[in-house]
């Protein structure tokens, strides 16, 4: 089974090695880190810079969750650049086969506004996977592709699980 939630699969060029594409990331995302600030002790102000670095509909779905928590979360993620580094270096390139390779039951979910993974590219690359399901859920964003619609994807993936 594989289900992907507003992937981005044809953004990266896949030239060189992953070592070479997280050393190629690392200095614009350590810049974006720095911006960010994660060892501010204000917990306000760290909030408020993440909810910011936001499109307002995602940064709206972050508005019950408190500033003390929203920052404790933050300074967790931000506290080692590698593992985002290396998921960016793996998901921002061409995969290393054909989607009509896919022999797993696949499901897609896309935000019908998510600007960094288009519904169109959802569906193109659902078109091309044997039997995928493409779901493009209206009037979503990329962050509520998945927030909002987490227990509709655990329920349509329980079944595989075993």
């Known amino acids: 089974m594989l289900g992907l939630v507003a992937t981005q699969w044809r953004i990266g060029t896949g030239q060189g090695t992953v070592a070479e594409a997280i050393e190629a990331a690392r200095p614009v995302f350590e810049r974006w880190v720095a911006g960010m600030a994660p060892d501010d002790p204000d917990d306000r102000a760290l909030a408020t810079r993440w909810r910011e670095s936001l499109p307002a509909p995602d940064a709206a779905l972050l508005a019950a969750v408190s500033d003390h928590e929203l920052a404790a979360s933050a300074r967790e993620a931000l506290s080692n650049h590698e593992g985002y580094l290396r998921d960016a270096a793996l998901v921002f390139r061409p995969w290393d086969h054909d989607?009509?390779?896919?022999?797993?039951?696949?499901?897609?979910w896309f935000g019908e506004l998510d600007e960094a993974s288009p519904p169109a590219e959802g569906r193109a690359l659902g078109a091309r996977i044997p039997g995928a399901t493409v779901t493009v859920r209206p009037a979503t964003t990329h962050l509520a592709t998945l927030?909002?619609?987490?227990?509709?994807?655990?329920?349509?993936?329980?079944?595989?699980?075993?």
């Not at 509709?152 to 075993?162: A, E, S, Y």
């Open 99 to 108: 989607p009509e390779e896919v022999g797993a039951p696949t499901y897609l």
């Open 147 to 162: 927030l909002a619609h987490r227990p509709d994807i655990l329920r349509t993936l329980r079944p595989h699980l075993g």
